[in-house]
């Protein structure tokens, strides 16, 4: 149970977890990808492409891809499940047209401005994203939930992604805050929920893609019902 008396400040993850990253690239790639005239449909790429997408997040996360690698095979990859490969030309453009466009989507979880402004009047609120910066800076713009956070903390500004405990201290150190005040909502156990409990604060795991089920902080599959802990 989340023990609200001692939190004043609370950090949120920004993909799969507010803003809806599935269903803005699935509305990226119905814009991209109808041109070229490929024999499949945007929802069968989207198929072929989220858990491609997850996995080679999580080697960059890992340090093992680069941000060009990770932007790249994750095309590559989607196209050879398809069977139907493409050229390097094209995944690279079709790869800069998808980062030029992604951040202009405005999907966002349900219940999502609803809780930014419930937790707003009583809370301070952060985000730590390993993101790319200018891509997460016109996320929350043009989804309309900039103006909620104070801190809004990078990997590519920290020097280093989550869910290295450096970025978390970061934060923490930005916001003036000490674990103790602070609770961290995020998608991931690994990336988000594991190294904030480690470091003493506290966690909410919305888990919006059905990772393995566990009892080491409050978990909740919709937005909603979190304030009502908070």
Not at 32 to 44: A, C
Not at 200 to 212: C, K, L, R
């Amino acid at each position: 149970m989340i023990e609200k008396n001692s939190v004043t400040n609370i950090f949120f993850d920004l993909d799969h977890t507010l803003w809806d990253f599935e269903t803005n690239s699935a509305a990226t790639f119905e814009r991209i990808l109808p041109p070229y005239f490929f024999s499949f449909t945007v929802p069968d790429f989207m198929a072929a492409y989220a858990p491609i997408n997850h996995a080679y997040w999580k080697l960059y996360r890992e340090n093992k891809i680069t941000t060009k690698e990770l932007r790249f095979l994750r095309l590559q990859k989607t196209f050879e499940v398809l069977r139907f490969p493409q050229s390097d030309e094209i995944i690279q453009r079709i790869s800069e047209q998808y980062i030029q466009q992604l951040s202009t989507h405005t999907h966002l979880f349900p219940g999502t401005l609803d809780l930014l402004e419930n937790l707003h009047k009583k809370y301070r609120l952060h985000i730590i994203t390993n993101g790319f910066e200018q891509v997460q800076q016109k996320k929350m713009k043009h989804s309309g939930i900039a103006d909620f956070f104070e801190v809004v903390l990078t990997a590519e500004k920290a020097g280093v992604k989550k869910p290295a405990s450096s970025i978390f201290q970061q934060a923490l150190s930005l916001a003036n805050a000490s674990p103790q005040e602070a609770l961290m909502v995020g998608d991931s156990y690994e990336a988000d929920i594991e190294t904030p409990l480690a470091l003493g604060m506290q966690a909410i795991h919305f888990n919006s893609h059905q990772e393995p089920s566990h009892n080491h902080c409050l978990v909740v599959d919709n937005l909603k019902v979190i304030a009502q802990y908070l």
